[in-house]
């Protein structure tokens, strides 16, 4: 785990800043974001959210609920975060909404789940700031039924040598800010688990990805 110094000079694990970043940010977060959505992210989310099976779903990573408005309505779902903050904008949208979903401050690299728990488990654009990505995998993993589905929506290092570098480059600051890794290979990293099938959307982008992984 890589430690580094809080401004009151306390050592903090790499966790806990991007959490402080996340909590930080939610106030604002859905404005900052706000052109990219319309522009582009909205149409992956209901992509991505269309192809949800079964009952039992839980979504990691709901931020501040931005993917309520694709909940499919006959499913009852369990959404987790480890940022207080950006739970408090959720539980305020879910309740504006009238929505059924059950929220918990939970790390994905550590649920509280049974194993073979839930038909769909589902993130966008949270395995870019989840500080140990393969950790979080087994977990989830762990926690899918046989035949259960893994699906995501993230952004990824570019294939492109030229864009990977300055993506790595640029990393570090991105990171200090706002507690995203533009550089994360989170295709390899669930290649990296015993998932039976994956699939890459053909709408994916070189840097944009809608994956689906069949345990
Ligand atoms: C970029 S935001 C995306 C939020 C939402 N999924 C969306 O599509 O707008 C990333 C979210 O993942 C959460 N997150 C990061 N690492 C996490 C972890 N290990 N466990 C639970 N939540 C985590 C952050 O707190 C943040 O709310």
């Not at 402080?20 to 959210?49: N, Q, T, V």
């Amino acid at each position: 785990m890589v430690f580094s110094k809080s401004r009151n000079n306390a050592a903090v694990s790499d966790g806990d800043l991007i959490r402080r970043r996340y909590d930080r940010l939610a106030p604002w977060f859905d404005s900052l974001e706000g052109f990219m959505e319309g522009l582009y992210f909205h149409r992956l989310r209901k992509r991505l959210w269309a192809q949800v099976s079964g009952v039992h779903i839980l979504e990691v990573g709901v931020g501040t609920g931005k993917n309520f408005a694709f909940y499919p309505a006959d499913v009852r779902v369990t959404a987790i975060d480890f940022s207080p903050n950006m739970l408090v904008q959720a539980q305020r949208k879910r309740d504006r909404k009238q929505l059924a979903v059950d929220l918990a401050l939970m790390d994905a690299e550590s649920v509280c789940y049974a194993d073979n728990s839930f038909d769909t488990v589902i993130a966008s654009f949270v395995f870019c700031s989840v500080p140990h990505p393969r950790k979080a995998l087994k977990e989830l993993y762990r926690i899918l039924k046989p035949g259960g589905q893994l699906l995501l929506l993230e952004h990824v290092l570019s294939s492109n040598k030229v864009m990977a570098a300055i993506m790595n480059w640029l990393n570090p600051l991105v990171v200090r800010l706002v507690g995203a890794n533009i550089n994360r290979q989170t295709v390899k990293n669930i290649q990296a688990c015993p998932f039976q099938k994956i699939y890459i959307d053909p709408q994916s982008s070189d840097i944009i990805k809608l994956i689906r992984a069949v345990k």
